[in-house]
Protein backbone atom coordinates (compact mmCIF):
# COMPACT_ATOMS: atom_id res chain seq x y z
CA UNK A 1 0.00 0.00 0.00
CA UNK A 2 1.57 3.29 -1.23
CA UNK A 3 0.91 6.22 1.88
CA UNK A 4 1.36 9.48 0.53
CA UNK A 5 3.08 12.98 2.50
CA UNK A 6 -0.16 14.84 1.39
CA UNK A 7 -2.55 12.65 3.33
CA UNK A 8 0.13 12.77 6.45
CA UNK A 9 1.06 9.26 5.80
CA UNK A 10 4.39 7.96 4.39
CA UNK A 11 6.48 5.92 3.08
CA UNK A 12 9.84 4.23 3.71
CA UNK A 13 12.38 7.18 3.64
CA UNK A 14 10.39 9.27 5.00
CA UNK A 15 8.80 7.36 7.70
CA UNK A 16 12.60 6.60 8.79
CA UNK A 17 12.91 10.74 9.45
CA UNK A 18 10.06 10.94 11.32
CA UNK A 19 10.94 8.12 13.69
CA UNK A 20 13.99 9.49 13.91
CA UNK A 21 12.54 12.92 14.89
CA UNK A 22 14.44 14.53 11.76
CA UNK A 23 11.62 16.26 10.14
CA UNK A 24 9.66 16.55 13.66
CA UNK A 25 10.92 20.31 13.79
CA UNK A 26 9.81 21.79 10.45
CA UNK A 27 6.39 19.78 10.83
CA UNK A 28 6.22 21.24 14.40
CA UNK A 29 7.31 24.34 12.88
CA UNK A 30 4.25 24.40 10.82
CA UNK A 31 2.10 23.67 13.70
CA UNK A 32 0.72 20.08 11.30
CA UNK A 33 1.33 17.80 14.51
CA UNK A 34 -2.19 16.72 13.45
CA UNK A 35 -4.29 16.55 10.23
CA UNK A 36 -8.00 15.81 10.08
CA UNK A 37 -9.51 12.63 7.62
CA UNK A 38 -12.68 12.71 6.31
CA UNK A 39 -13.39 9.93 3.84
CA UNK A 40 -15.89 11.50 0.93
CA UNK A 41 -18.29 8.22 1.50
CA UNK A 42 -18.88 9.59 4.90
CA UNK A 43 -21.06 12.72 5.73
CA UNK A 44 -19.52 16.11 5.88
CA UNK A 45 -18.89 16.07 9.22
CA UNK A 46 -16.86 19.31 9.15
CA UNK A 47 -20.09 21.61 8.75
CA UNK A 48 -20.75 20.59 12.65
CA UNK A 49 -16.88 21.58 13.53
CA UNK A 50 -15.42 17.75 14.24
CA UNK A 51 -13.67 15.12 12.10
CA UNK A 52 -14.14 11.93 11.34
CA UNK A 53 -10.49 10.65 12.40
CA UNK A 54 -7.41 12.56 12.91
CA UNK A 55 -3.92 11.39 12.59
CA UNK A 56 -0.72 12.79 14.66
CA UNK A 57 3.66 12.99 13.80
CA UNK A 58 5.74 10.32 14.73
CA UNK A 59 8.10 12.01 18.20
CA UNK A 60 5.16 14.21 19.45
CA UNK A 61 4.07 14.35 22.81
CA UNK A 62 0.75 13.35 23.85
CA UNK A 63 -1.10 15.58 25.71
CA UNK A 64 -4.26 14.18 27.78
CA UNK A 65 -6.76 16.99 29.24
CA UNK A 66 -8.95 16.29 31.82
CA UNK A 67 -12.41 17.07 31.42
CA UNK A 68 -13.15 20.87 31.86
CA UNK A 69 -16.13 22.33 33.02
CA UNK A 70 -17.48 25.89 33.33
CA UNK A 71 -19.63 26.12 36.42
CA UNK A 72 -18.52 29.37 38.99
CA UNK A 73 -19.72 30.78 41.60
CA UNK A 74 -19.66 34.28 39.82
CA UNK A 75 -21.73 35.06 37.07
CA UNK A 76 -24.34 33.30 35.11
CA UNK A 77 -24.19 28.89 35.02
CA UNK A 78 -26.62 28.65 31.92
CA UNK A 79 -25.12 26.09 29.76
CA UNK A 80 -23.61 28.49 27.30
CA UNK A 81 -21.86 30.40 29.83
CA UNK A 82 -20.39 26.95 31.18
CA UNK A 83 -19.71 25.98 27.41
CA UNK A 84 -17.45 28.93 26.62
CA UNK A 85 -15.85 28.96 30.24
CA UNK A 86 -15.05 25.05 29.94
CA UNK A 87 -13.26 25.90 26.13
CA UNK A 88 -11.44 28.59 27.68
CA UNK A 89 -10.37 26.06 30.64
CA UNK A 90 -9.30 24.06 27.90
CA UNK A 91 -7.18 26.60 25.87
CA UNK A 92 -5.50 26.93 29.02
CA UNK A 93 -4.36 23.63 30.09
CA UNK A 94 -3.17 23.32 26.35
CA UNK A 95 -1.04 26.34 26.49
CA UNK A 96 0.49 24.86 29.94
CA UNK A 97 1.00 21.96 28.06
CA UNK A 98 2.59 23.58 25.23
CA UNK A 99 0.44 23.05 22.47
CA UNK A 100 -3.18 25.03 21.10
CA UNK A 101 -6.49 24.02 20.00
CA UNK A 102 -4.88 23.61 16.46
CA UNK A 103 -3.20 20.50 17.62
CA UNK A 104 -6.06 18.48 19.62
CA UNK A 105 -6.92 15.40 18.43
CA UNK A 106 -10.06 13.85 19.96
CA UNK A 107 -12.44 15.51 21.91
CA UNK A 108 -15.51 14.18 24.51
CA UNK A 109 -18.43 16.06 24.91
CA UNK A 110 -20.55 15.04 27.70
CA UNK A 111 -24.05 17.37 27.88
CA UNK A 112 -26.81 17.12 30.53
CA UNK A 113 -30.36 17.39 29.13
CA UNK A 114 -28.97 17.25 25.81
CA UNK A 115 -31.47 18.88 22.41
CA UNK A 116 -31.41 20.91 19.40
CA UNK A 117 -30.32 23.81 21.13
CA UNK A 118 -27.87 23.19 22.73
CA UNK A 119 -26.42 21.13 20.19
CA UNK A 120 -26.44 24.11 17.93
CA UNK A 121 -24.67 25.89 19.90
CA UNK A 122 -22.07 23.83 20.68
CA UNK A 123 -21.42 23.22 16.79
CA UNK A 124 -20.66 26.78 16.30
CA UNK A 125 -18.42 27.08 19.16
CA UNK A 126 -16.77 23.82 17.97
CA UNK A 127 -16.33 25.29 14.78
CA UNK A 128 -15.21 28.71 15.89
CA UNK A 129 -12.81 27.24 18.54
CA UNK A 130 -11.08 24.35 15.91
CA UNK A 131 -11.10 26.42 12.67
CA UNK A 132 -10.40 24.12 9.51
CA UNK A 133 -8.88 21.15 10.93
CA UNK A 134 -11.05 19.92 13.76
CA UNK A 135 -10.21 17.06 15.84
CA UNK A 136 -12.39 13.73 16.23
CA UNK A 137 -15.03 14.18 18.33
CA UNK A 138 -17.73 12.52 20.42
CA UNK A 139 -21.08 13.73 22.23
CA UNK A 140 -22.45 11.69 24.95
CA UNK A 141 -26.05 13.37 26.36
CA UNK A 142 -26.07 12.09 30.22
CA UNK A 143 -28.33 12.82 32.88
CA UNK A 144 -25.93 14.26 35.28
CA UNK A 145 -22.56 15.09 35.54
CA UNK A 146 -20.10 15.24 38.88
CA UNK A 147 -22.07 17.91 40.57
CA UNK A 148 -25.40 19.18 40.68
CA UNK A 149 -25.79 22.71 37.98
CA UNK A 150 -22.74 21.33 36.05
CA UNK A 151 -24.33 21.07 32.14
CA UNK A 152 -21.34 20.67 30.29
CA UNK A 153 -17.97 18.76 30.16
CA UNK A 154 -14.94 18.71 27.60
CA UNK A 155 -12.00 16.66 27.31
CA UNK A 156 -9.33 16.40 24.85
CA UNK A 157 -6.34 14.62 23.67
CA UNK A 158 -3.71 16.47 21.84
CA UNK A 159 -0.37 16.44 20.57
CA UNK A 160 2.22 19.08 21.26
CA UNK A 161 5.77 19.41 19.56
CA UNK A 162 8.72 17.10 20.88
CA UNK A 163 9.64 13.64 22.15
CA UNK A 164 7.63 11.47 24.54
CA UNK A 165 11.05 9.78 26.00
Known amino acids: MKLTLTNFQVTGFFA ?10 SVAAQEELKRALNPPELANSLQYGYSQATITVANARLVHV ?4 GITEDGPN ?3 SQVDRSFDALAATL ?10 AKITLLIVEHDAEKLAY ?3 KRKAF ?4 PPASTLI ?11 FEID ?3 VAPGSNE
Open 66 to 69: AGQV
Open 122 to 124: LVE
Open 156 to 158: AVA
Open 141 to 151: PVPELYAPGVL
Open 16 to 25: GLLASGLLLT
Open 95 to 104: DVAGTNPDNV
Open 130 to 133: FGDN
Open 78 to 80: DFE
